[in-house]
């Protein structure tokens, strides 16, 4: 199993990034897959999430209406579009598969700043 995470990096504030996660090993239209990132000294926390055919979405307050996520079940990918980015998105951001297991990627970094 794995779920590999991409599309980080540095970016202004105001500006777009979107990150990838590509999974292999497991039914992967079968998880609900969410993104959670983890600041530095803080705790992880979930962003965003979406249902199997991506049917239902959720959003954390700090990241809605910027935050766009969405799946590719043919391509068993998942993507976080980021957009409108803060200082305060900057994070280590990780994939998440729940089902009847849960995976994790390794996680990306995405910095926000001048």
């Known amino acids: 199993v794995q779920l590999v995470e991409s599309g980080g990096g540095l970016v202004q504030p105001g500006g777009s990034l979107r990150l990838s996660c590509a999974a292999s090993?497991?039914?992967?239209?079968?998880?609900?897959m969410r993104w959670h990132r983890q600041a530095p000294g803080k705790e992880r926390e979930l962003v965003a999430g979406i249902s199997n055919f991506g049917g239902s979405l959720n959003y954390a307050d700090s990241v809605k209406g910027r935050f766009a996520i969405y799946r590719d079940n043919a391509k068993n990918t998942v993507y976080l579009q980021m957009n409108s980015l803060k200082p305060e998105d900057t994070a280590v951001y990780y994939c998440n598969a729940v089902g009847r297991a849960m995976y994790w990627g390794q996680g990306t970094q995405v910095t926000v700043s001048s």
């Open positions: 090993g497991f039914t992967f239209s079968s998880y609900v």
